[in-house]
C-alpha cells in the first residue's frame, strides 16, 4: 500500500511558465486473490462502479510453478526421447545408454491486463452486469538435450 501527493502543473501561456494548479493525491492498494471467476469479478465490477476512476492492474500468476517446472521438465524428457527413438529407428541403430543431459530453465509467463475503469466504463458497469476477465493461458518452456550412445 502507498500513498502519495504531487502538484498538479499546467502551463501558463500569459506567464510562459508552469504553475501549480492543485494537487493529485493517489492511493495504492494491492490485493492478492485466488482465481475463483465469480466473486473474481464481481470485486472487478465493484472498482468500476466507484466514483474514484481507479486505475486497475490485474495481474495472473501461478501459485505452483514447482509442480508446473517439474511437468514442463517431464515433458521435455518425453519429447526428446520419442525423437531420439524416431531418429535411431530411421538410422538403423539402437538407443543405448544415456552419455549426457543438459537443460534450461523453465520460463513460465503470464500476462498482465491493465484497466483503465473510466467515467464512461463507471456509468456502463452500474447497469451493465460484472466485468468478465479470463486470464490468458499460461506458457512454460523446457529446453533438454539428450546424448545417447548408439549401435548399429
Known amino acids: 500500500m502507498s500513498f502519495g501527493v504531487r502538484p498538479d502543473r499546467r502551463f501558463d501561456k500569459e506567464q510562459d511558465k508552469h504553475v501549480v494548479v492543485g494537487y493529485e493525491a493517489s492511493h495504492r492498494v494491492g490485493e492478492e486473490l485466488s482465481f475463483d471467476k465469480e466473486p473474481f469479478d464481481r ?31 517431464r515433458a ?3 519429447d526428446a526421447q520419442e525423437a531420439a527413438r524416431v531418429l535411431a529407428e530411421a538410422s538403423g541403430t539402437t538407443l543405448g545408454e544415456i552419455a549426457r543431459i543438459d537443460f534450461s530453465y523453465v520460463e513460465v509467463r ?27 493461458a499460461l506458457e512454460a518452456e523446457e529446453g533438454v538435450t539428450i546424448v545417447w550412445e548408439v549401435s548399429s
Open 43 to 73: 470485486v472487478l465490477g465493484q472498482a468500476a462502479q466507484s466514483a474514484s476512476e481507479a486505475a486497475v492492474t490485474v495481474s495472473f500468476d501461478v501459485s505452483g510453478q514447482d509442480a508446473l517446472r517439474r511437468r514442463a521438465m
Open 76 to 78: 521435455a524428457i518425453a
Open 110 to 136: 503470464t500476462r498482465c491486463l491493465t484497466y483503465e475503469l473510466a467515467d464512461s466504463l463507471v456509468a456502463e458497469s452500474a447497469a451493465a452486469p460484472a466485468l468478465d476477465v479470463e486470464p490468458q
